[in-house]
């Protein structure tokens, strides 16, 4: 048992400082052999964990998603918000998780338009990656329909507007290398009250 732990643990590491490199070197820059220096361990070492960088780089993704996923879920499992409340609490918390990770996205653009050269779709790469988090978008408005606080709205239609809200933070920081989401945030709270009863 005391094994298993210690793999996990040591994956988990291995990934934190997997993710630091790939954003202070860029994808293409990173090497198995620059990782597995970080992390104070031998190539072979790394092989029994990962196979190629590639496998690193989508875990470490996969990784960071998964922790914004759980306080995401903490947020709607609240008894203590209303609906409204909830929304703004997820897409804040999910617009400064795009702030905080700006030099991320960068690494991630890289990485899609390397797989739209290729010829495979970057977009269904996305669009898998995002499924959770565009239902939790869609449960917390059905929530907000049935209690009452939403008015009867297209849920399909909105949550495209508030993840559209999301997509612009992600070019704004990545892209346009602007420094915060304030306004966008300003602008949540225009959308939220636009759609409630």
């Known amino acids: 048992m005391a094994i298993i732990v210690e793999h996990e643990k040591r994956k988990y590491e291995i990934l934190e400082k ?3 490199i790939f954003v202070e070197e860029g994808y293409e820059d990173v090497t198995f052999q620059k990782i597995a220096d970080r992390c104070g361990i031998t190539r072979t070492t790394l ?14 993704i996969k990784q960071l998603t998964a922790g914004i996923e759980k306080g995401l879920r903490t947020i709607i499992e609240s008894k203590d918000m209303t609906d409204s409340v909830k929304l ?31 010829g495979k779709d970057a977009g269904e790469r996305v669009r898998r990656r995002v499924l959770r988090l565009r239902h939790l978008l869609s449960w917390i408005l059905i929530e907000g329909i049935n209690s009452g606080e939403f008015r009867p709205i297209d849920v399909k239609a909105t949550n495209e507007l508030f993840y559209g ?29 636009g759609i409630k009863a």
């Open 18 to 20: 997997s993710l630091d």
């Open 47 to 60: 092989y029994i964990y990962f196979k190629n960088k590639r496998e690193i780089f989508l875990c470490s």
């Open 88 to 118: 703004k609490e997820i897409m804040v918390m999910i617009l400064h998780k795009c702030e905080e990770n700006r030099k991320l996205f960068n690494v991630i653009l890289t990485y899609l338009l390397q797989i739209q050269k290729s």
């Open 165 to 193: 809200l999301i997509q612009s933070a992600i070019f704004r920081l990545a892209v346009l290398n602007q420094a915060d989401v304030n306004e966008l945030i300003a602008g949540l709270d225009i959308a939220i009250q």
